[in-house]
């Protein structure tokens, strides 16, 4: 049966990727984020994920606003990354574990998620990011990448991005392969990139949020979509990707670590590392 170790979230802003590329993690600028990973490596090196499911959403890589689905799953044996711009360097390509994809799909159509499978997908910063982020050495884990719309509106809800991920920790669980997986959410935190509002930030809401979402995940899912937009910006529905994360994490959640910092390329950049430990067989009476 496959375990899951915990989730991870974290920002992806494509800075980041040009900053790994110049080698400016000990810039003072950087320091503070970068220095919020150590842990995560430590973290990493002892559990040995064999495989990451990644929740993210497309910057029009794969999808544009012509056709954009609300959820897709991506169900290759590889997922490479292509120019997308804004001087970063073309990634590795990621090694894709497609018989879990499969399950996981077979899985979430089972539960009523009508998803997109993609036996053909690229993967933009919002994946490669993390993965040199969380994996410098470029010994990535295979991934499961699970595209949400966090772009055109109308956007799925809080709720229903919740349950998405229960339905995926659900399949994970029903998989016979001995596996251990770690599941990432990418985007955020707070942060509003066009418009009256750019360069928005708010610090308040970035806190509940990672607080909530270790102890009390389903409080958040009273937020509205426009609720979202006005609390953490536009592009801080990201956040949407960090509600999948947690609803894959099936067990006793408990927050390990950490690390906020305000601004990261006009961003509230944060990195939340969540450890899953089976719940405790209740005794019989
Ligand atoms: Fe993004």
Redesign the pocket.
């Given at each position: 049966m496959a375990r899951i170790i915990g989730g991870i979230g974290t920002t992806?802003v494509p800075a980041i990727g040009k900053a790994i590329a110049d080698g400016k993690q000990n810039d003072p600028y950087w320091t503070p984020f970068f220095s919020g990973f150590h842990a995560v490596h430590k973290w990493l090196a002892r559990e040995k994920p064999d495989v990451a499911v990644v929740f993210s959403?497309d910057?029009g890589l794969n999808f544009f606003l012509d056709k954009l689905p609300t959820f897709a799953v991506g169900a290759a044996h590889e997922y490479r990354n292509e120019d997308e711009g804004w001087g970063i360097p073309v990634s590795a390509t990621a090694k894709g574990d497609a018989a879990l994809s499969w399950h996981l799909i077979e899985g979430l159509v089972g539960d009523g998620f009508d998803i997109t499978m993609c036996q053909e997908m690229l993967v933009d910063h919002?994946v490669t990011i993390p993965l040199n982020l969380m994996w410098p050495d470029g010994n990535w884990p295979q991934i499961v990448p699970v595209s949400i719309n966090t772009v055109q509106h109308p956007l799925p809800s809080m709720a229903r991005c919740f349950e998405l991920g229960r339905s995926v920790g659900r399949a994970l669980m029903t998989y016979p392969k001995d596996l251990k997986v770690v599941v990432i959410g990418t985007?955020g935190l707070s942060h509003q990139l066009d418009g009256k509002r750019a360069g928005f930030i708010n610090r308040d809401f970035d806190t509940l949020c990672m607080d909530q979402l270790t102890s009390d995940p389903e409080s958040l899912t009273r937020y509205t979509i426009p609720h979202l937009v006005e609390l953490a910006g536009a592009?801080g529905v990201?956040f949407l990707n960090w509600m999948a994360m947690r609803g894959a994490l099936p067990g006793t959640v408990s927050e390990l670590h950490r690390n906020y910092h305000i601004p990261i390329s006009n961003t509230a950049a944060a990195t939340l590392v969540l450890e899953n430990r089976p719940r405790a067989q209740r005794k019989a009476a």
């Amino acid at each position: 049966m496959a375990r899951i170790i915990g989730g991870i979230g974290t920002t992806h802003v494509p800075a980041i990727g040009k900053a790994i590329a110049d080698g400016k993690q000990n810039d003072p600028y950087w320091t503070p984020f970068f220095s919020g990973f150590h842990a995560v490596h430590k973290w990493l090196a002892r559990e040995k994920p064999d495989v990451a499911v990644v929740f993210s959403n497309d910057h029009g890589l794969n999808f544009f606003l012509d056709k954009l689905p609300t959820f897709a799953v991506g169900a290759a044996h590889e997922y490479r990354n292509e120019d997308e711009g804004w001087g970063i360097p073309v990634s590795a390509t990621a090694k894709g574990d497609a018989a879990l994809s499969w399950h996981l799909i077979e899985g979430l159509v089972g539960d009523g998620f009508d998803i997109t499978m993609c036996q053909e997908m690229l993967v933009d910063h919002a994946v490669t990011i993390p993965l040199n982020l969380m994996w410098p050495d470029g010994n990535w884990p295979q991934i499961v990448p699970v595209s949400i719309n966090t772009v055109q509106h109308p956007l799925p809800s809080m709720a229903r991005c919740f349950e998405l991920g229960r339905s995926v920790g659900r399949a994970l669980m029903t998989y016979p392969k001995d596996l251990k997986v770690v599941v990432i959410g990418t985007g955020g935190l707070s942060h509003q990139l066009d418009g009256k509002r750019a360069g928005f930030i708010n610090r308040d809401f970035d806190t509940l949020c990672m607080d909530q979402l270790t102890s009390d995940p389903e409080s958040l899912t009273r937020y509205t979509i426009p609720h979202l937009v006005e609390l953490a910006g536009a592009q801080g529905v990201e956040f949407l990707n960090w509600m999948a994360m947690r609803g894959a994490l099936p067990g006793t959640v408990s927050e390990l670590h950490r690390n906020y910092h305000i601004p990261i390329s006009n961003t509230a950049a944060a990195t939340l590392v969540l450890e899953n430990r089976p719940r405790a067989q209740r005794k019989a009476a």
